[in-house]
């Protein structure tokens, strides 16, 4: 508690009866004068996020706030992936700013269409990540031998960040064939899919071109929301 702030411990208002209740950060919950309990909603359990005693510690935590933390778990570890790209381009900031825009994109659709935002995010931030690989080896950064070195590179950051195994493969997968996709691709392979195509279509020079954007639009857009950002963006 040495290092506590003043913000540490406060107070909040009961929700049956009006009292004031005082709160340190790290108490799960407390029960008012008037017998409610309340739960901390700004729940900080510090060291007990990672200490096998927390339980033991603070009692039992409730589910809500295991969720709550388990979703902070994954925000932060998406900033990591995120990190990790960009330390990979290094200098390389169109790469870098490529793969930020993909991700940007790939927010907005998951919001509305759903998918699972660590493997989208995930695998956004790295679907490009065999570029330099393929050109070291082959001479040529062309889809096909980055789709090839991507997953290798992609696996080894995934792995550095102790991302779950089941999570690892799937954003591995759309890594290794993001730019071929087959005929029955899960949501979230397909969110990336476009995502990268509405970045594609500007860079590439091809929006200018409103018939051959239309055709790409009616082949490779599938959710509705992927295709309303295309046709706002390209179409208007």
């Known amino acids: 508690m040495r290092y506590w702030k003043p913000g540490d411990i406060f107070e909040t208002q009961c929700p049956k009866c009006g009292a004031k ?3 340190f950060k790290d108490e799960v919950k407390r029960r008012c004068r008037c ?9 900080d359990l510090g060291c007990a996020q990672w200490c096998p005693y927390a339980e033991q510690c603070l009692g039992a935590v409730p589910e809500e706030v295991k ?3 388990k979703a902070e778990e994954k925000n932060l570890l998406r900033e990591r992936i995120a990190l990790e790209m960009k330390k990979y381009f290094g200098t390389d900031f169109k790469r870098m700013n490529h793969a930020l825009k993909v991700a940007r994109f790939a927010e907005q659709i998951l919001k509305s269409e759903g998918g699972n935002p660590l493997v989208v995010l995930g695998a956004a931030y790295l679907h490009d990540i065999g570029i330099h690989e393929a050109e070291k080896k082959h001479g040529r950064p062309s889809g096909h031998f980055q789709e090839i070195e991507g997953p290798p590179v992609a696996r080894e950051i995934l792995k550095k960040l102790a991302v779950e195994p089941e999570i690892a493969e799937e954003i591995c997968d759309i890594v290794g064939h993001h730019h071929s996709p087959g005929e029955n691709e899960s949501l979230n392979f397909q969110i990336v899919f476009e ?11 091809l929006s200018q ?3 051959k954007v239309q055709e790409i ?7 509705v929301t992927g295709k309303r950002l295309a046709e706002e963006r390209y179409l208007a």
């Open 21 to 23: 209740v005082e709160f």
């Open 35 to 43: 017998g409610h309990e309340i739960v901390n909603s700004r729940l």
């Open 195 to 205: 995502s990268d195509w509405l970045v594609n279509i500007e860079e590439k020079g």
């Open 217 to 223: 639009v009616q082949k490779a857009f599938k959710t």
């Open 67 to 69: 969720a709550r933390q």
């Open 209 to 211: 071109d409103r018939a």
